[in-house]
């Protein structure tokens, strides 16, 4: 089935037309989607060796090692493969898009440098700009399938979500290695009015969240697995630079002091929350941090 695979390859490597990344036609989106389905309600398909990786891990749309923009078209799609996994109860077809999406992030979305002039100006500010937004919508994409797993108590598959790494020493860079970035996401997905969660509840759904209180209950639940990696942040190990329980950089905006109290205020009451969930504490392995 390599050659489905090309058809998907030649809408990525079509120049492009404008900044939106690659939209593909709706036949290749429903394609991935029902494939999908159908490997749900028949998962015991061994004839179909890697076919069945190709469609669960994103690569027909995403891409093996292409640095194509993402379009939001693309992100709604491979959202709708995502409920469709958790509704029929498929999660470990997840693994697949885990895995490879930490390798499309590490290598094809990496961090762009400055480069300077002589006269020290950087001329590859908007190279940079246009980067670090992939990185935030792509980033975006894997938090909500964090608040839609946990939601659904898939705690086996968030596990190993959070051991999964493919480095030595471990990295993982789907997830947060220090506080700054824990809190700046949850201030985030705490802000309605972020220009970010803009149309946020078209892209991502939960099976029962079709209501006007949709993006709030979306968030909400997205909240509360950033609260999860809050205490995540008390198990690893650091690398280079902060140490992952160190204290955030707080705003020094009287706007940022603000959002961040509201924030903090929201925090502290799911904190308290799944303080109380015993069993996901000791599915994690953090019943030992609440410890008298």
Request: glycine content about 4%.
């Amino acid at each position: 089935m390599d050659y489905v695979y090309t058809y998907y390859s030649y809408y990525r490597k079509l120049p492009a037309l404008d900044d939106r990344g690659v939209i593909y036609p709706t036949q290749l989106y429903e394609l991935v989607y029902s494939s999908t389905v159908a490997l749900c309600v028949h998962p015991d398909q061994d004839n179909l060796g890697g076919l069945k990786h190709r469609i669960t891990s994103g690569e027909w749309l995403i891409g093996e090692m292409t640095s194509t923009k993402i379009s939001t078209e693309t992100y709604i799609w491979l959202w709708r493969s995502v409920v469709a996994c958790v509704k029929y109860k498929k999660v470990e077809f997840l693994y697949s898009l885990w895995e490879s999406n930490t390798r499309h992030f590490t290598y094809k979305l990496s961090t762009i440098y400055p480069e300077y002039n002589d006269e020290g100006v950087i001329t590859n500010q908007s190279v940079i700009d246009s980067r670090d937004k992939e990185r935030e919508s792509f980033l975006e994409f894997h938090y909500v399938l964090g608040g839609l797993l946990i939601k659904e108590r898939e705690f086996e598959c968030l596990n190993r979500f959070f051991h999964f790494t493919q480095s030595t020493p471990a990295e993982y860079p789907l997830l947060p290695s220090i506080m700054d970035q824990v809190f700046e996401w949850y201030v985030r997905f705490n802000d309605p009015y972020d220009i970010n969660l803009r149309s946020f509840e078209y892209r991502y759904y939960f099976p029962d969240s079709h209501s006007i209180d949709a993006k709030e209950y979306v968030t909400k639940e997205v909240r509360r697995y950033i609260v999860l990696l809050y205490l995540r942040q008390f198990t690893i190990g650091g690398g280079y630079g902060k140490r992952p329980t160190e204290k955030p950089d707080f705003p020094n905006s009287q706007a940022g002091k603000h959002d961040w109290g509201k924030a903090l205020e929201q925090f502290e009451f799911q904190l308290l929350e799944m303080k109380s969930d015993k069993e996901l504490l000791e599915k994690f392995n953090l019943l030992h941090l609440f410890v008298e």
